[in-house]
C-alpha cells in the first residue's frame, strides 16, 4: 500500500504524534498547507472540500471524522484529500472550545439543560467508549449489557454536541471555503505561469542547439571528397 508505513507506531507513539505531531504543529501545518495547494482539481472542487472537513470536524463523530468528511465532500462533488486534510482544524488544541461551544449551544437550541465543562466531556466521551467496547464483548459471553448510562450520555451530551456544532461548524466551513478560495486559484495561475516559463525556456535552449547543429560547415566533406575523386 502507498500509505502503509513501515514501522507500525505503538499506541503510545500514535496518542503522542496526535496530540504533537513530529516537527511541531506549525511543520504540519504547512505541510497540509502546502498538499492543498498542490492537489490537481480546480480551486472550487478543493474549497469544497476544506468546508467539508472543517464542518465535520464540529462534529461529535470522533474516529469517524475522516470518512463522514470523505462522504460529505463526495456528496457535495469536493476534493476528498482536501476533505480529509481539512480535519486538521480539530485538533487537541481546538476541540477544547469546540465541545464546550456545541455542547452548550445545543442545549440551549434543545431546551435541555446547561452545558458540560471540558473536562466533564472529554471523560464522558471515554466511559462512553468503555461501555459500548463492554456491550460488544457482552453479546459473545454471558455479561449482561449496560444501556442505561449510554442513553443518559447520547441525550445529555451526544445529541446536543450534534445539534450544536452544526452552526459553528457551518461559520467555520463557510469561512474557510471563501479564503482558502482566492488562495487556491491564486496559487494555481502562479503555478501555471511558471510551467509555462519552464516549458517557453526549454523549447528556447532545444531551438538554439538546432540552429547551432545547422549552422556548422559542411564544406569540409565536400571538398575532401573532391580531392579523393581527383
Known sequence: MVFKRRN?????????????PKGGWRRAGNYIRHRLQRLPDPPHRIARGIFAGVLISFTPLFGLHFFAAALLAFVMRGNIVAA????????????????VISVELGHQILGSGDGVPALQILSAFGRAGEELWWNAKAVFTE????WASLERFF???WLPYLVGGIIPGLIAGVAAYYISLPILAAYQKLRQKRLRDRAEKLRAAAAARLRGTAA?????VG????????
Open 155 to 157: 441525550k445529555g451530551l
Open 84 to 99: 480529509i486534510l481539512a480535519t486538521v482544524a480539530g485538533n487537541p488544541v481546538t476541540f477544547p472550545f469546540i465541545a
Open 8 to 20: 507500525r507506531r505503538t499506541p503510545g507513539e500514535w496518542v503522542e504524534a496526535t496530540l504533537y
Open 216 to 220: 556548422k560547415p559542411t564544406g569540409v
Open 223 to 230: 571538398d575532401d571528397a573532391g580531392r579523393g575523386s581527383r
Open 143 to 146: 455479561d449482561p449489557t449496560r
